[in-house]
């Protein structure tokens, strides 16, 4: 590349100093979104792995249960497989630390005599600090635990001290025995973790007889793999061996969905950096191609204008990269906590404590900035490229062409999206993916018609003054610079709208099922129910004091767990026994999508029957009268599907069984939820407040019926405030496009606002004409977005929900969101209107020298 | 009002340039403009007629001297009275016709009415009427970008007198047109202004269009002096 032809293009960007930083400002948006999500995606699976491998350290296999726990009785039958050379069983469960609000602790038993191949060692004084010596009351001091030096200090904890935990209804306090750092192995563990005798551990939260896993450590030189199949063919069907690998992509098949979704709300912000690049490349060549006319007659090749011009866009698109990468990675460590948040609420996964930037991802970042600046610039640099010198030097620009093309760029438009469907209807509905596909083509096929709409809708309106009116005729006389914009726009509010329109009927759905089915007065838990699946359950002498409360009439007892069906689909298992009050239905009060209410009910007591929820019956191809085949410790049980229900709680599914079914597949376990109804009369508030001091000592929780339902409204919130930042960020992009195509007006038409300025019009009038042609751009693309996302969100709950998570949501409108964002968005518009108004309004009438008008 | 529509007393116009340097464009420039009458200027390339015309229109200040619209002092006005006098006093016509594309002929004429917030039906009325002196009223409604440069020029006319302001300025504004077309301009403008009761300054480098004002200038080195033909 010449060396002076370079100079000469960064003495461009220089002087068009806020066209230049608005295009890196741009790219910098759209790679932080991406880098934002990923990061975050990346944070969940990582926390996943190292807290896997905290507890694992670096054993080959681990033995699960399906269910909660498993026959620690396996264990010789593990250690006798010829090329298992250790093995050691854990028992786990969590904890919730008493006087912290919302604090959990992962509370580990391991045996000490048994060959453990920790990542840390108990014994190991070279990671612990505090008196060592004490490692030697591991066995005989109750209660004594590991903590890490990190959680401890947080919680203000010294070696010695004694904590409380709740373990189900259960206080149990505990002793700083030693303080180890676990995260020294294994960076990305959890630091709430805690270490003890596996015996007391078995003893104070899990059960005579019960493990959570063993871990094996296989003979070095024989493939790990070929010793899980050996070793599961000798515990047979009621145990799982995995390797590492699977544990993790089973984490990542739970979050597959959520992970998907979120990526693609990131492109949103990319395809809409894209347009920016476009419009910015663009105008900034329109305006130099004199320049480049010059350089082509003074014998520059096509080649090297070319090279030129793309060379430059990389410098903007790396530039973007730059500030992108920081700004995205400050973003995901701002949504961290939520997103955390979901991960152990919604898909019972660790929390996300910490996080950092893979470099692959710096890669990612690298090509989404560069590439997307790139495939920006290319057509506007081929386009100049292509032309003879005699025309870029001559004075009919390419302005208008935008105009004469509009019908055409639609009738693209119309054929793509005819093409599209064709697809989907012969066939493309098949893949998972189709729902992303029309939705991606939408967002193509929305620009390719903003010209010819702008044409033909502000293009016809009579200026009749000098005002808004003006204004917007003036938007349609600047096709080229005003669809991008419009364009950029229009993408941006679909996704807004569609998104909003999802959550809003989401949340419409959800309200009216939370109506139907939480119907009881007091639902009492253990305190670390949120994290359990059926590890631990309330003492029986909790649930008998509960049924048996003065003003109780009924209540509902439930149990549940979590396994897997025989095609290794994750699912959730209520069990439910009723007591008391034998007239009202217990199970039925899931709203049914088929079957028959009576049948259903009858069928659930009498037989070994179960009602799934819709999501498990839509993925699995499930009817009433199909057969589920659910594994247990005694291997696979059919089970005939009587109806399915309506059900939000879980994207992988719900089995509803009645407890003896649940007993008969997975041996008595106890009750981790009671919902109770008052007896007529009895005021719930006064039946709480007795219960409280009648329980005083355990650890349980009272939640009123409205608390409930407060609770479950804000997880499902916090699960989509991820997205709101997304929303945020391409908002911004779209703003920020505004802002350039209003610059870049106001340079191409400076001589009609000299014009303006000669016949007498103020630098007030030139500056209310400047806002009004912002909110003019900020008008159209929120018309057309409230088109595009109106479908879009069709696409989004009548496909993509289907086809991925499988819920009936019934539309709603949530009119004062969308109202606000509507308010939003013009305000962004106007506001991203200020400066080049201002800009504008300063225009002096001695610009009247230049022959861009007639 | 009476007095001249236009007075320059003492008018020196200097450019800043590189350095400390300062171009004198205009030194000690006197004239007056009275209204119905019309004034022809002339002088080479580059002597300073545009910058002559800004001044006079209030888009550009002196840097010594006095500049009166219609007894108005222009130099220590704030810019938006001198715009709003610009509105209402001046009409400007340039070289270049500066009509808008993407409006009509009839919309193109409107904007000075536009600008002034009048009445849109009175302001209709009036450009039809001056497109009608034009011989243009059938194509009112056309986009101006079908047009020749003539009738470019003529639209361009009418928007400059649609508020009857009491003085007009033109800068070379056959400037673009061939002779024929030239000649058309020019015998309008004289036409139109002197129907209109208002004063007219335009710049031209032809002598013979020169001739056909009551008055002829010559700026010469900044200085003006009157012209021998
Ligand atoms: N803003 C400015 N800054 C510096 N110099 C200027 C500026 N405007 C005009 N000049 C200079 O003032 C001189 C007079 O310019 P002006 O445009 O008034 O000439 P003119 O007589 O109209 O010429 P022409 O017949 O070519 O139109 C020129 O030398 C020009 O370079
Ligand atoms: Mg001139």
Redesign the interface.
Known sequence: MNPRLLRAALAHWRQARTLTLLTVFGVALGVASVVCIQTLNQGALAAFGGGMKAVSGDADLTVLGHGPDLDENLYPTVLAHPDVTAAWPLVRAWGRLAGHEDAYIEIVGVDVFAPVRFPVRLGDAGHATGDVTRFADLLHVPGWVALTPAYAEELGLAAGDTFTVAVADRLVTLEVGALVDFQRAAPLASRKLALMDISQAQHLFGHRGRVQQFDVQVRPGVAPEAVAAGLQERLGPGAQVLTPAQREQNAAGLLAAFRLNLTALSLISVLVGVFLIFSAVHASLVRRRREFGLLRSLGASRRQVLGLILLETAVLGLAGTALGLPLGYAAALLNMETVSATLTSIYLLSEIEQMHLPPLLVAVAVVVGLGGALLGALLPALDIARRDPVVLLGAAGLPERLSRLAPRLALVGVGVAAAVMVWYLGGGRAYKVSGFVLAFFLMVVLPLWTPLLLRETV?RI??????WR?GL??L??RLQSTSFAVAALAVTVSMLVGITLLIGSFRATLDTWIGQTLVADIYVTGASWQRDLGQTWLADDTVDLLVEFDGVAAADLQRRLETRTDQGRRVRVVAFERRGDAQRRKISRVPLLAGDAETVERRLLAESVALISEPLARQAGLDVGDTLRLRGPHGTTPLAVVGIGYDYASENGVVFVSRATLEGMFGPGGVAAVALTMAPGRDPGAVMDALRVALDGRAVELRSNQRLRAEVMDIFDQTFAVTRILQAMALVIAVCGVSLTLLIMGRERA??LA???????????LFRLGLSEGAGLGVLGLALGLAGGAVLAMILILLINRDWFGWTIRFALPTADLVWQGVWILGGAVAAAVYPALRASRT???E?T??D?? | MTGPILQFEAVDRAFPLAGDRRRHVLRGVDFSLDRGTSLAMVGRSGSGKSTLLHLAAGIDQPTAGTVLLDGVRLNDLPDTERSLLRRDRVGLVFQFFHLLPHLSMLENVCLPGWVAGDSATATRARARELLDRVDLADRADDLAGKLSGGEMQRVALCRALLRRPPLLLADEPTGNLDEKAGRQVMDLLLRLSSDEGAGLLYVTHSREQAALADRVLRLRDGRLESAQS
């Open positions: 293009g009579p200026p009749g003054g000098f005002g003006l005729r003036g349609a006389s001589t009609e014009l303006y300025r000669c016949i007498g019009a103020t630098r007030g009038q002096p009438a001695t009247l230049r022959e008008l007639l």
